[in-house]
């Protein structure tokens, strides 16, 4: 049985005393290395991916590579298919040249995003309202989100989950701001437009969608005639917006056409149009977060109990968070362009909205205390056990045997470690349609190919068409030439439902 002694000082687990400080530093230690073993403990099983990722590593290359630091580009080009502004590029690029393994670099950014976010979330809740409960299962909430965690999120080198971090941190600083005064109100109010820059920097325009469930809390809150009237929340405004513009005006003088580009991939084309068939109708939003994230829309259910509670504090945190996570849910649903990923910055504010209501509904509804323990390893615990074992065994496992998924790195490695790369190999790869108008387009390819080139191989590619005049190693992991291929050569070296590679002629 766990009880506070009478020194207020420390906790009575059966005959053992524990001091507060043990307890918080084990629980958020659980959750930190939880999300790095499922996300970096096997980030190499899974294959780099074809779409955005690949796209991001070789922005990041050819940057670390001499490109260039204000202008990512793509086969030597300013890139303006890519526009968002170049902060995770950027750190992707500087984790390259540390030296680090390519694809650790590539992800490493997303998993630290990932834990940096878990710890957010833990200590608003825990220290902001004194609630170790809530704060804990907030923070497994979003570990044990299937959406936030996988695929385009934190287990890829994707922009979501980087702008997941930031806008949270600026939602809960505003939320830190209005509940303080004198020096500390400044500085959270600092830590807002830091925040805000931060979120544009890394997803551009929608770095900003926060801010509409942040006028809907101050709007319904009869707050928002006290922040339009402090003139250092104009400051704040003033000093985030000059910085964001300032980044796109610079890229323009260097970059002509870039600002046409954003408007049409972030704002009016993404928008008002529907990109490369990514319209899934009204409700694929609302499908996809009961998908992804089951306990925390049960939980949501109770959010009755903690917005009619007399805890002012709670109350307001319950409420910044679910309008601010509403608001941004509602902008996504109104555009004609939707993928499931661009949820990722709802879950962390909702999944904090969801455990204050829980733990409120716990101390409100009448049920005995070990059902309500037998309720939260069904849905609190065990859902982190299953995501760590999904992202870091499962996944990994599964990407492995898709045959749509280019997998040249996994082929190139396999080659190294075997003693058979040899100086020169012909990869038969007719890449995939595209809107950006790019010919065999295969960006997962490239990045490997340049990294074969930094190491004195020669990687060229060949489309199926030649594939009969290619002579030496030949490989392919485009699913639509296998057939072909493996009919080319004699004694394969690599054969796999993914990749094939031998030669067609040793002369």
Known sequence: MRTLDGTGDFYQVNTWRVAPWLVDAFCIGVLVISALIALLWNYQGLPMQYWDESRNAN????????????????????DHWNT?????????????????????????????AA?????????????????????????????????????????????????????????????????????????????????????????GPAGFFGVIGLCLFLLLTGQLLNVISDWRWWLVATFSCVICASYYIVRESYDTGYLQAVWMNELGGRYNETNESHYKGTWFYLHELLKQWVPGCLFLLLLGYSLLGADVARKRLAQITFLSGAGIFILLSTAETQLHWYLIPVIPLLCIAAAIALVDAIKVVPVPINYWRAFLVMFIALPVIVSVYRNAISLPAKSKDKTHISQYGILFNHLHTAGQMPDRIIVVDDGADNTAGFTDYNPELRFYAQLEKQKGIDVQVARLADANLVNGLVATCDYKNMVTVRQLIAAPLVESSVCVAGYKDRQ
């Open 59 to 78: 922005n990041a290359l050819e940057m670390a590579l001499g490109a260039g630091w204000l202008v990512p580009t793509y086969e030597g080009v300013p």
């Open 115 to 203: 834990a940096a976010t878990l710890i957010m979330v833990w200590a608003a809740v825990r220290f902001g309202l004194r609630d170790r409960l809530a704060a804990l299962i907030a923070a497994a909430l979003l570990l044990s989100s299937k959406g936030y965690t996988g695929i385009h999120g934190a287990h890829t080198g994707d922009f979501d989950t980087l702008l997941a971090l930031f806008t949270t941190g600026y939602v809960l600083s505003v939320w830190q701001a209005l509940a303080q005064q004198g020096r500390q109100k400044k500085v959270w109010m600092l830590s807002t437009g830091i925040f805000l820059v931060l979120a544009v920097m890394t997803k």
């Open 84 to 112: 968002k502004p170049p902060l995770l590029i950027w750190l992707i690029a500087g984790l390259m040249k540390l030296d680090l393994p390519p694809l650790l670099a590539l992800r490493l950014p997303s998993a630290l």
